[in-house]
């Protein structure tokens, strides 16, 4: 167990509003990862982050930001939803650089209508 | 740039009948190649890997996998399937060896009895 939560687990929202996902580790693991999983596109990485305040993007970064305040969280953020993020959403953790092996948590479920 | 292709979105098999889901990369450096699996409402899961060496890895619930850099595949094996491994396949290679990886669209594995 990689001590993985995000939050909220399932969220419906309107076009338009902001969303905040949270993503929280009690490892104090460096890096943090934020996927986003759709039929038929597998996973595919948003954002991610070396460290606080060290982030970049990934291949579908548009309409996303991130923040990393402190080590033990990573937050994503929708700042005007759209119906094209509709989506469930995987935060994940490595353990060490370069192993490539990803802690995902349990997943957050975005319906944006 | 890196990619990985997996074959068939969806492979039935009958119980105790082998296994094999197909998934083939592309890379411009030596890959690191991973395999893994998601059980419904959950996050993914490491199955097995291939870094360096030995070109037959084995992973967790008796799964193995074989790099084969002239037909550029790695694809994933069990000899007998069990009700248990019904669930969704993914491939993956990293970008750059790095933590970063790149998912395949996904294999949803069916096991009837």
């Known amino acids: 167990d990689a001590g993985i939560t995000q939050s909220p687990r399932h969220k419906v929202t309107e076009t338009g509003t902001p969303v905040t996902l949270r993503c929280h580790q009690t490892?104090?693991?460096?890096?943090m990862y934020w996927y986003r999983q759709d039929p038929g596109h597998g996973l595919r990485l948003i954002h991610y982050s070396y460290g606080v305040k060290d982030t970049d993007k990934g291949e579908v970064s548009d309409g996303y930001s991130v923040s990393r305040s402190k080590t033990e969280d990573f937050l994503l953020t929708l700042e005007s939803a759209t119906s094209s993020q509709t989506s469930v959403y995987f935060c994940?953790?490595?353990?060490?650089?370069?192993?490539?092996?990803?802690?995902f948590g349990e997943g957050s479920r975005l319906t944006v209508l | 740039a890196q990619s990985v292709t997996q074959l068939g979105s969806h492979v039935s098999v009958s119980e105790g009948a082998l296994v094999l889901l197909r998934c083939n990369y592309s890379s411009s450096v030596p890959p690191y190649l991973f395999w893994y699996v998601q059980y419904p409402n959950q996050g993914l899961q490491l199955l097995l890997k291939y870094t360096t060496g030995a070109t037959l890895v084995k992973g967790i619930n008796g799964f193995e996998a074989e790099f084969k850099k002239s037909e550029t595949s790695f694809h994933l094996t069990k000899p007998s399937a069990h009700m248990s491994d019904a669930a969704e396949y993914f491939c993956?290679?990293?970008?750059?060896?790095?933590?970063?990886?790149?998912f395949g669209t996904g294999t949803r594995l069916q096991v009837f009895p």
């Open positions: 993956a290679v990293s970008v750059g060896n790095t933590d970063k990886l790149i």
């Open positions: 994940a953790i490595t353990t060490g650089r370069y192993t490539g092996e990803l802690f």
């Open positions: 490892e104090n693991h460096r890096y």
